[in-house]
């Protein structure tokens, strides 16, 4: 039977989960707060495909690290301080997560989601029409000093026990894997399964395969509010003898019966809440509990670089991302705790710059002139995982946000289980670790 499925949110993550519902014949409606063209989250990013991440945000020494790094405003990890109770539960939660156990319990899940995401990145490049720049030689990740390479190995080594294959590399074997590019480095480490693509070519193939699919944008529109259906409650009563009664009282599920928003009033069989950075707010309005934080990125992209590499690569120290993409090169980085703020912070970049010149010794500052950067707001949850499922609070609705730096990696495998979900299917993996109501 055919379901008409409402998806607030037109990032990766909303238009995967439009793509994998379109197909199955359902009628899709995406809402977007922003202007068509608008390049959010989405498009700026880093384009890497990483089965290599299978350790969420939230993991031991994580809060060590990030206070050591939160005092320098141009390092790879900064909060802004600031008066905030929510920032203030999120860090707290965030502590809580980042132990070994919990880890341990992850990173299977990040693993194989993350392999099934880029199984379907090939079935849709392989379809006509749809050429984003995927590119499958794998991620290298540079280590500056003997130390950062001795550490990466450490973490090569669980990779290989975890079925995610990695290649300690010393200098010379890195500079010949890309020999396109001079680098300073220790070593590096391959991962041969991780790719990258184009994240603005991507993004505009998907959404072209959404509209020949028949669904519908609707830009520019921001939700306001919610309503519900009453509350009610079912009345059971049981007899065990003349004397003894017991009634209980079952309380029946709420629906959302219209989102109301600033083009309209709309309405639909499941609503599916895809908001990145902007959920928690909408959440809120529900009486939901989603803790989140967005964190800023930022992203310089050279359309002519003086070397261009041909695989992509993290520079493990400086936490900085390089892709080639196309002729292109992009480089990016950064988490920025600031709150809902999309102002461009020209410290951050500055970080940013002068980070990749001590990887990179062929390149210069002049290199980077009159680059415009680009930013993003990621959204974070305090464990690190995304929230994806049903909310037991409503009958129709779903929520699919929390990604953090791996959105568009985990986009299609998202918007494939979101499909399962909203079918009433068995999802194809155990969906309980994400659970939107694990903070409720």
């Given at each position: 039977m055919a379901k008409d499925i409402l998806i607030i949110g037109g990032g990766v993550i909303g238009l995967s989960t439009a793509y994998y519902c379109a197909r199955r014949g359902w009628r899709v409606t995406v809402l977007d707060r922003e202007a068509a063209g608008h390049e959010g989250c989405s498009f700026g990013n880093a384009g890497m495909i990483v089965p290599s991440h299978f350790v969420p945000l939230a993991a031991p020494g994580m809060v060590a690290l990030g206070l050591k790094w939160m005092w320098n405003p141009e390092s790879p990890f900064y909060i802004q301080p600031r008066l905030d109770a929510d920032l203030f539960d999120w860090g707290f939660k965030f502590w809580q997560a980042s132990t070994a156990e919990r880890v341990e319990r992850a990173a299977p899940l990040l693993r194989d989601l993350s392999f099934a995401s880029r199984a379907c990145f090939e079935e849709f490049a392989a379809q006509p029409g749809n050429d984003f720049g995927l590119t499958t030689r794998g991620l290298l990740m540079l280590c500056k000093t003997q130390h950062g390479l001795d550490e990466e190995a450490k973490f090569a080594a669980r990779a290989n026990q975890l079925g995610v294959p990695a290649q300690v590399l010393d200098a010379r074997q890195a500079a010949a894997l890309d020999p396109d590019i001079t680098m300073d480095i220790a070593g590096?480490?391959?991962?041969?399964?991780?790719?990258?693509?184009?994240?603005?070519?991507?993004?505009?193939?998907?959404?072209?395969?959404?509209?020949?699919?028949?669904?519908?944008?609707?830009?520019?529109?921001?939700?306001?509010?919610?309503?519900?259906?009453?509350?009610?409650?079912?009345?059971?009563?049981?007899?065990?003898?003349?004397?003894?009664?017991?009634?209980?009282?079952?309380?029946k599920e709420r629906r959302i019966e219209r989102v109301i928003a600033t083009t309209g009033e709309f309405s639909a069989d499941e609503v599916v809440l895809c908001g990145g950075s902007w959920s928690p707010l909408l959440a809120r309005e529900l009486g939901l509990k989603i803790p989140m934080q967005a964190g800023k990125g930022y992203s310089l992209t050279l359309p002519k670089p003086p070397q261009l590499p041909r695989l992509c690569s993290i520079c493990t120290e400086a936490r900085l991302a390089v892709t080639p993409m196309g002729g292109a090169l992009r480089i990016g980085g950064t988490m920025e705790i600031a709150g809902l703020n999309e102002d461009i912070?020209?410290?951050?970049?500055?970080?940013?710059?002068?980070?990749?010149?001590?990887?990179?010794?062929?390149?210069?500052?002049?290199?980077?002139?009159g680059m415009q950067p680009w930013r993003g707001l990621r959204p974070c949850s305090p464990d690190g995982l995304p929230y994806l499922g049903r909310t037991a609070k409503f009958a129709n609705l779903s929520v699919a946000t929390g990604h953090a730096m791996m959105g568009l990696s985990l986009g299609p495998i998202t918007g494939k289980l979101m499909a399962q979900v909203l079918a009433g299917e068995r999802p194809e993996f155990d969906l309980s670790l994400l659970s939107p109501d694990r903070y409720a």
């Open positions: 590096a480490v391959l991962f041969p399964k991780d790719a990258h693509l184009t994240p603005g070519r991507f993004m505009a193939a998907l959404r072209a395969q959404c509209e020949a699919a028949g669904v519908r944008f609707i830009w520019k529109t921001e939700v306001i509010k919610f309503t519900l259906s009453p509350e009610s409650y079912t009345v059971t009563k049981a007899r065990f003898s003349r004397f003894h009664e017991r009634t209980s009282f079952k309380r912070n020209p410290v951050r970049v500055r970080g940013i710059i002068k980070s990749a010149l001590k990887y990179f010794p062929k390149f210069a500052e002049a290199d980077f002139e």
